[in-house]
């Protein structure tokens, strides 16, 4: 037998309210009898108009969604012919096993007479998609002595406010890290902020803005600020390796950092959301590497170049490293090696690098690609498909733009003499 209680326990989800949505009339300026009955208002205007200026509370719990802040008001009204004396509210989130005090310490109020009622507000963070119920408790004392009390269940599923897909690329030494956000809410949303929080061994550069007069940064969507349902937009950033990373430890740091977006309703609700930690995957790197660090992007034929080049061993144990140029090869791209077929680098520690110069003789023009180098690793030869790849032009053409140089300047100006 359920025991009837004097108070009654009503909770009110606090949310922001929306504007109030209106059929649209069209009307005919002949039929004046209809339009006296629309209180004067512009039929044109009513034709055209869909939101109105009146806003609507939620008439239900309403959505609720990650990242935002669950906000109640208990109400407890005493419906009885008696008054009642310490009154106390407590209220709990239960979430699967757990449960979370939502007040501090539990409201008490000395009576609460007939027709009166007393209020107490709770906030929660949403910061997971499991299902939650609300547990109030009421407990007062009886005008007879008797301590009572009740307690209802309140049980309310968690929405997803957005579509969050990460991605990212590795290009040369740098990282681009790029998300794209689609609005799943039913109304449209403003991304207050979005941002990329990097591992601290990388910089982060956000490509979402560009450079207008003064220097001074603007955003790519400072036109189109908000975005409706189901549209997506695309963020940008690009990470580099800080001054005390080194290329090698570069290639082995998979985590690179988490996205922190805050986003406002239209009615101004704020909402948060941040990532796990985005990692990418890692490509086991070979034993030796070798990697141009600086090279001409023009030659000339018949002219002796160089390249810087650094050779990094990646494995556990000491190398001894041979580079190799192959003559077959150095024929087909039109690079060959000045002066020297084969290189000892001698032993090169684990983890260790070691720079070297190599100068090249460019024999024809053209787009040309080096591809006759020859790593040896203890008599295991590994072949670098491309080390390089420049313009070679003829020393006919460097003179042309000496000459062109030399106009611009004004000393090879002719002049006319009658």
């Known amino acids: 037998m359920n025991e009837t ?27 004046t009898s209809v339009v006296d009955t629309l209180d004067g208002e512009d039929p044109e205007f009513l034709s055209n108009c869909v939101l109105s200026d009146c806003l609507v509370l939620p008439s239900s719990m309403g959505e609720i969604y990650l990242g935002e802040k669950f906000s109640c008001l208990l109400n407890v009204s005493n419906e009885g012919k008696d008054k009642v004396s310490n009154v106390a509210i407590k209220a709990e989130m239960q979430l699967g096993s757990q449960k979370e005090n939502l007040l501090h310490e539990a409201q008490i109020f000395d009576a609460v007479g007939p027709s009166d009622s007393v209020q107490a507000a709770i906030d929660h963070e949403i910061q997971s998609m499991a299902s939650r119920i609300l547990v109030c408790s009421v407990y007062y004392t009886t005008p007879f002595g008797d301590r009572r009390s009740f307690r209802k269940f309140f049980q309310f599923k968690v929405s997803e406010p957005l579509e969050v897909r990460p991605s990212q690329y590795t290009v040369n030494n740098s990282v681009i890290v790029q998300v794209q956000l689609t609005n799943l809410m039913k109304g449209a949303v403003h ?209 042309e733009e000496d000459v062109g140089m030399n106009d611009r300047d004004g000393s090879g100006i002719a002049s006319d003499t009658k």
């Not at 977006?261 to 704020?270: D, F, H």
């Open 5 to 31: 209680h004097p108070l009654v326990l009503r909770v009110m989800h606090l949310s922001r309210p929306n504007l109030a949505t209106v059929n649209p009339s069209s009307v005919e300026h002949n039929f």
């Open 191 to 399: 991304f207050q902020l979005v941002q990329f929080i990097p591992h601290p061994k990388f910089v982060c550069t956000d490509l979402n803005f560009r450079l207008y007069e003064n220097n001074k940064k603007r955003s790519l969507f400072l036109d189109h600020p908000s975005i409706a349902p189901k549209d997506a937009r695309l963020f940008m950033f690009k990470l580099t390796p800080s001054a005390d990373l080194s290329p090698a430890s570069f290639r082995r740091l998979s985590e690179l950092g988490r996205f922190d977006i805050v986003w406002r309703s239209a009615m101004g609700a704020v909402g948060r959301l941040q990532t796990n930690t985005i990692e990418r995957k890692l490509s086991t790197p070979p034993s030796l590497e070798l990697r141009v660090v600086d090279c001409p992007h023009v030659v000339y034929v018949g002219e002796i170049f160089s390249v810087k080049c650094e050779l990094h061993n990646n494995a556990a144990t000491p190398i001894d490293t041979l580079l190799y140029f192959d003559p077959k090869k150095s024929a087909s791209c039109g690079i060959f090696p000045n002066e020297f077929i084969k290189i000892s680098m001698g032993k090169i520690e684990s983890c260790a690098s070691q720079t070297v110069d190599l100068k090249f003789v460019a024999t024809r023009c053209g787009h040309l690609q080096c591809q006759c180098v020859h790593l040896v690793d203890v008599n295991k030869p590994t072949h670098i498909p491309q080390l390089f790849d420049i313009l070679a032009q003829t020393p006919q053409k460097r003179n």
